[in-house]
C-alpha cells in the first residue's frame, strides 16, 4: 500500500539480537559479519505506523555518491514508519574504489525469481524481503547522462521507476522537484533530471527483483559525474530520497 499507514514489519529477531540501540528507535546490525564484505545496517523506526522504506548505497564502490547520501540518509529522523539504510553494500569495492567485488558486479547478482547468487547479495536481499518494503530506493551515479549528447554515454540525471502502479509518477513528480528546487541555474538545460526508462523485472539487478519478486515500488537513482562534483552529487541523492519518501508518506523531522 502506498502513503497510507501501515504496520511495519520488524527485522527477524536472529538479526536485531546481533545489533545495538543507540536510542530507543534506532537499532544498528551487521551483515556478513566476520567476512571482507561486513558491512552494518541501519534501522530507524518512528515509533508510529507508516511506511517502511529501505534505502540502498555503494553498491559500485567507484560511486561514492550514493554510499555518502546512504550515510546521511541513515541518521534522519521520521515522522512515521521505519528506515532501513545499507549505506555501505559493497564494502570490498568501496575500499577498493573499484566497479566490482573478487565476485564481479555485485548489482549483476539479485536475478527475478531465484536466490541472489553471491553471499553478499543473498544478505542484502535478506535485509530487503524480510523488512517488508513498500518502497525500494538503490543510489547510483553514473559517468554519463541519460538521452543526452554530450560528454559519454551514460544514465545519470534520471530516476528509474518499477512497474509497481504509481511508481513512474513519483519519479516524474520527483525530477520535476529537482529541477525546479536542486538544479542552479549555472548548469545546462542538459543536466535536467527526468523519468528513466521503466524498471520491468527482466534482469538481475537489485531493483527488478525488488520489481519482479515484491511487486512493489523501487528506483534506481542516477546522478552524473559528467563535470560534477562529489559534493553536488550527493546533495542531489539525498533530495531525491527525501521527495521519494516524502511522496511514500514519510517525512523527515530534522531533528537528526
Known amino acids: 500500500m502506498r502513503r497510507t499507514g501501515l504496520v511495519a514489519a520488524g527485522i527477524p529477531a536472529v538479526l536485531a539480537m546481533q545489533g545495538t540501540s543507540s536510542a530507543a528507535d534506532r537499532t544498528t546490525y551487521t551483515i556478513r559479519d566476520g567476512t571482507p564484505d561486513e558491512t552494518d545496517v541501519y534501522v530507524t523506526d518512528a515509533g508510529e505506523s507508516g ?9 559500485q564502490g567507484n560511486e561514492p555518491a550514493g554510499n555518502r547520501a546512504a550515510g546521511g540518509i541513515k541518521s534522519w529522523s521520521i515522522d512515521s514508519g521505519k528506515l532501513i539504510t545499507i549505506p555501505r553494500a559493497n564494502q570490498v569495492a568501496i575500499e577498493r574504489d573499484t566497479y566490482v567485488n573478487d565476485n564481479g558486479n555485485l548489482n549483476r547478482k539479485f536475478p527475478p525469481g531465484e536466490t541472489p547468487t553471491t553471499p553478499l547479495a543473498r544478505a542484502i536481499w535478506d535485509v530487503v524481503e524480510s523488512s517488508d518494503p513498500d518502497v525500494v530506493i538503490n543510489l547510483h551515479s553514473s559517468k554519463g547522462i541519460y538521452h ?49 526508462n521503466t524498471i520491468n523485472g527482466t534482469r538481475p539487478l537489485l531493483i527488478h527483483k525488488v520489481d519482479a519478486d515484491l511487486g512493489k515500488p523501487g528506483f534506481i537513482v542516477e546522478a552524473t559525474r559528467y563535470e560534477t562534483d562529489l559534493v553536488t552529487r550527493t546533495r542531489w541523492e539525498l533530495n531525491i530520497v527525501r521527495h521519494l519518501l516524502r511522496r511514500h508518506g514519510i517525512e523527515r523531522t530534522y531533528e537528526n
Open 51 to 59: 511506511t517502511t522504506a529501505v534505502v540502498v548505497g555503494g553498491i
Open 148 to 196: 543526452e549528447d554530450v560528454g559519454p554515454d551514460g544514465v545519470g540525471q534520471a530516476i528509474y521507476p518499477t512497474t509497481a502502479s504509481g511508481a513512474g509518477e513519483d519519479a516524474v513528480q520527483a525530477a520535476g522537484y529537482m529541477n525546479r528546487h536542486h538544479l542552479p541555474d549555472s548548469f545546462p538545460e542538459y543536466y535536467r533530471f527526468k523519468r528513466g
